[in-house]
């Protein structure tokens, strides 16, 4: 059965750094591209970073330079590195996989996509 659990979510205060992590299981993981999403109360739903089978990244222009996607496929584990934290950086934060038929590109539509069941990250002032 497809799993994927997020871990390492808490509260921090601004501009300090957490490490989200997300374990897979129960589909191919290097098959895959993998992201990180978020929301917030009220808010739409909103691709923080993906990363591609062959490991290429993109991220939202709003966590760009701040933020790090990485992927472990001998161990089946994605990551988002965040530093310099914001408050608006609060969010519930997804791991989401969508099967990939190229290693250096994603697909666009994420609404097919295995999703964990979140981690919540708070971001004080």
């Known amino acids: 059965q497809v799993q994927l659990v997020e871990s390492g979510g808490g509260s921090v205060q601004a501009g300090g750094s957490l490490r989200l992590s997300c374990a897979a299981s129960?589909?191919?993981?290097?098959?895959?591209?993998m992201g990180w999403f978020r929301q917030a109360p009220g808010a739409e739903r909103e691709r923080v970073a993906r990363?591609?089978?062959?490991?290429?990244?993109t991220y939202a222009d709003s966590v760009k330079g701040r933020f790090t996607i990485s992927k472990d496929n001998a161990n089946n584990t994605l990551s988002l590195q965040m530093n310099s934290l914001k408050p608006e950086d609060s969010a519930a934060y997804y791991c989401?996989?969508?099967?990939?038929?190229?290693?250096?590109?994603?697909?666009?539509?994420?609404?097919?996509?295995?999703w964990g069941q979140g981690t919540q990250v708070t971001v004080s002032s």
């Open positions: 989401a996989a969508v099967p990939s038929r190229g290693i250096w590109s994603c697909p666009l539509d994420w609404g097919k996509a295995y």
């Open positions: 129960g589909f191919t993981y290097s098959s895959y591209c």
């Open positions: 990363i591609t089978i062959d490991g290429g990244t």
